[in-house]
T-cell receptor, first 115, second 114 residues
Framework: GEDVEQSLFLSVREGDSSVINCTYTDSSSTYLYWYKQEPGAGLQLLTYIFSNMDMKQDQRLTVLLNKKDKHLSLRIADTQTGDSAIYFCAESMAPPVSSASKIIFGSGTRLSIRP | EAQVTQNPRYLITVTGKKLTVTCSQNMNHEYMSWYRQDPGLGLRQIYYSMNVEVTDKGDVPEGYKVSRKEKRNFPLILESPSPNQTSLYFC?????????????FGPGTRLTVL
């Protein structure tokens, strides 16, 4: 069945790079997303990648996709205290006719920054 | 300002007392959705709506109802809440339900059912 897995916690030192990993099971995924949830707030889309891409870079964020291993990662360069949040990996499959694309979320990885 | 609003933000209630959580978006989005967030489980979809008068079940619809009488509003109804519905609820909307368009999330409603 469909499943998206992430580790629950990650702690990094301020200024280092953070790498958050995610594995998914459905090979028919069309889009893979990274969402950020700050304390007391809803989810905010950080970035996404099409399933036919290997890499996407956007300022401090780099997304790597290994389709063979069904592995997605988010690298945050020069991690700052403002990056403290929960990061959700999500995948979506192409929608069936007259229905919505199903988006499956992982459990979220809580990133904490230490000085 | 483009946004998704939810009310109330916090609610404590008792088992069996009907409640409604409202959701409204001002972006003319066709697609709206409700999720619940529980520790270690991520977000699970309760119901979604492709457009006015078009609603469908998500992964965990039991114990919930929704309606979509107008494009901007998508209330979540708990006819007889139970303690296992204690959770953090998020409403989201996007231009379409194809997955191509970004989902915008509301701030969340924390519900406790005693």
């Amino acid at each position: 069945g469909e499943d998206v897995e992430q580790s629950l916690f990650l702690s990094v030192r301020e200024g280092d790079s953070s790498v958050i990993n995610c594995t998914y099971t459905d090979s028919s995924s069309t889009y893979l997303y990274w969402y950020k949830q700050e304390p007391g707030a809803g989810l905010q889309l950080l970035t996404y990648i099409f399933s036919n891409m290997d890499m996407k870079q956007d300022q401090r964020l780099t997304v790597l996709l290994n389709k063979k291993d069904k592995h997605l990662s988010l690298r945050i360069a020069d991690t700052q205290t403002g990056d403290s949040a929960i990061y959700f990996c999500a995948e979506s499959m192409a929608p069936p006719v007259s229905s919505a694309s199903k988006i499956i979320f992982g459990s979220g990885t809580r990133l904490s920054i230490r000085p | 300002e483009a946004q998704v609003t939810q009310n109330p933000r916090y609610l404590i209630t008792v088992t069996g007392k009907k409640l409604t959580v409202t959701c409204s978006q001002n972006m003319n989005h066709e697609y709206m959705s409700w999720y619940r967030q529980d520790p270690g489980l991520g977000l699970r979809q309760i119901y979604y709506s492709m457009n006015v008068e078009v609603t469908d079940k998500g992964d965990v619809p039991e114990g919930y109802k929704v309606s979509r009488k107008e494009k901007r509003n998508f209330p979540l109804i708990l006819e007889s809440p139970s303690p296992n519905q204690t959770s953090l609820y998020f409403c989201a909307s996007s231009l379409s339900g194809t997955g191509l368009h970004e989902q915008f999330f509301g701030p969340g409603t924390r519900l406790t059912v005693l």
